[in-house]
């Protein structure tokens, strides 16, 4: 291992064992383990984000439980605490091992961003979003691509660039219009659960932001790719990055298996637990999978079988956006733990030896 690099990162889609992982490893290097999870944040959320149980914990653990659910968390806050953390950690001469699914946490936590408050959004620092807030989303799908060339004997006409604003407005007023319908709080778990990255960056009172992320969604872009300069990898601490990959099937058996084991530990209950302290609104309940779908069957509205498939469908569709997030990121040197998780499947590897088989495979390219 590079002693200069202090921060470990371990990322990739859930499941797939990084929680065991990073657990051991900063234990093995005497570190403390930063969780990078946008929802583990939030307090009472325990089982359905699968919380490493305190009693299981080898080492400290940070930016867990900061929050109660109704709180409106952001990427800046996140931010702010984790490299408070991080820096502590730094300066005692401690290892920082920065654990978790969410990208656009790893990312706040580790790469050369800033967060502008007062606007909202996140940008890399010294580069403004491509195209500027302002920019119109509609105009820009619909205006052709062309060469130097083309574009002097094809100049695009007024007459197109009309129709293509006319376009814009329409869309802006059927989204405010499905935003006033809905409500904000409602109008923004829609895009938390489209677009998890955006809505990290958004406030759910921020209507008007909320519209516009919809607007580049249409547009087949993102408000988060927008305004933040995602395809530049610059950190700010020398940091390993290591990926978990399991084949996809056999992931997929595994988070069938997880949810089944969630469902035994008691996560309706714990549904049902916030409800009754009276966190049934909050964004965070009605966006975070595992919750949002039991709600209606603790109002008699679902069965339970059906409340329990449909977290597992949602829970893969997650790992698949995940594996396509930390796909994009150069710098993770990837670990297969594909037979790993077949043989824990088959009930021939226990927990313990599961994890010591990705800590060697975790040494073997620090």
């Not at 325990?46 to 952001?74: N, Q, W």
């Not at 966006?287 to 893969?316: C, F, N």
């Not at 995940?322 to 790993?340: H, L, S």
């Amino acid at each position: 291992m590079d002693e200069r690099k202090k921060v470990i990162a371990i990322v990739g889609a859930t499941g797939t064992g990084k929680s065991a992982l990073a657990d051991a490893l900063a234990a093995e290097l005497g570190g403390e383990l930063v969780s990078a999870d946008s929802i583990q944040i939030y307090k009472g959320m325990d089982i359905g984000t699968a919380k490493t149980p305190v009693a299981e914990r080898s080492v400290s653990y940070h930016c867990m439980d900061l929050v109660d659910p109704d709180f409106a968390y952001t990427a800046a806050l996140y931010q702010r605490e984790a490299r408070r953390v991080i820096d502590g950690l730094l300066d005692s001469g401690k290892p920082a091992v920065v654990c978790g699914g969410t990208g656009l946490y790893v990312r706040a936590a580790l790469d050369d961003f800033r967060f502008d408050e007062n606007r909202e959004l996140y940008k890399e620092r010294g580069r403004e979003g491509i195209g500027g807030e302002t920019a119109d989303v509609a105009s820009v799908e619909a205006a052709p691509v062309l060469s130097p060339l083309e574009k002097e004997s094809h100049p695009i006409s007024t007459s197109s660039l009309s129709m293509a604003k006319r376009r814009s407005d329409d869309l802006r007023q059927q989204l405010n219009a499905q935003a006033e319908k809905l409500g904000s709080e409602a109008f923004y778990a829609l895009l938390a659960e489209r677009d998890p990255e955006s809505a990290a960056l958004i406030h759910p009172n921020n209507v008007r932001r909320v519209v516009r992320a919809f607007e580049f969604l249409q547009a087949g872009s993102s408000y988060a790719k927008q305004h933040t300069g995602f395809e530049s990898f610059k950190a700010v601490y020398p940091t390993h990055f290591i990926g978990i990959s399991v084949e996809h099937e056999v992931l997929y058996e595994s988070i069938e298996r997880r949810v089944d084991a969630m469902m035994a530990a008691g996560l309706l209950d714990e549904v049902e637990s916030l409800i009754d302290a009276g966190h049934k609104d909050a964004p965070a309940i009605r966006q975070g999978i595992g919750y949002k779908e039991l709600i209606p069957v603790l109002d008699g509205s679902r069965s339970l079988d059906e409340a329990v498939a449909e977290i597992k469908q949602s829970t893969r569709r997650y790992a698949k956006r995940q594996r396509t997030w930390f796909k994009r990121d150069p710098r993770i040197v990837w670990i297969d733990a594909t037979d790993e998780h077949r043989m824990r499947l088959a009930g021939e590897m226990d927990g313990g030896t599961f994890t010591r088989e990705l800590l060697d495979k975790a040494f073997g390219v620090l």
